[in-house]
C-alpha cells in the first residue's frame, strides 16, 4: 500500500499538521489502528506534564431556584431536568435530618 502525506488537525489547539508518508508507514508495521490527534508541541506539552496531573476543569455556575425554599441560589454543576436543587441552607437541613436517620 502506498502512502501519500496527509493534513491533519490538533484536537487540543487546531492548528493543522502533516502526517506523512514515512509516519504512517511506521503506523501501519506497528498495526496502529487510529490516526494521531495532536500536532508535535501539544504532544510534547502533553507527555511533558507530570504523571497523575489532571487538565484543569472549567468551573460551571449555575444561577436557579431552591427546589425546597423557592430562594435564587447558585449551584457549581449544570442542573438535570426532573431533579431538585436545593441552596445551601437547604441542603445542609436535609443532610442533617438524613444523618439521624441512620
Same mark, same amino acid.
Request: proline fraction near 5%.
Given at each position: +500500500?502506498?502512502?501519500q502525506?496527509? %493534513? ?9 499538521? +502533516? ?18 490527534k495532536?500536532?508535535k508541541?501539544c ?5 511533558s ?5 489532571? +487538565? ?6 449555575t ?9 435564587? %441560589?447558585t449551584v457549581?454543576?449544570?442542573? %438535570? ?22
Open positions: +500500500m502506498e502512502f502525506d496527509r %493534513t491533519l488537525r490538533c484536537v487540543d489547539c487546531g492548528a493543522e499538521f +502533516m502526517w506523512t508518508a514515512g509516519e504512517q508507514q511506521f503506523f501501519a508495521d506497528k498495526n496502529f489502528k487510529n490516526e494521531p495532536r500536532c508541541s504532544k510534547a506539552s502533553r507527555a506534564r507530570p504523571v497523575g496531573a489532571v +487538565m484543569a476543569r472549567e468551573r460551571v455556575e444561577v436557579t431556584n431552591c427546589s425546597a425554599c423557592g430562594k435564587e %441560589t457549581p454543576f449544570r442542573p %438535570t431536568q426532573g431533579r431538585p436543587v436545593f441552596c445551601k441552607e437547604c441542603f445542609q437541613s436535609r443532610k442533617l435530618a438524613g444523618a439521624g436517620s441512620l
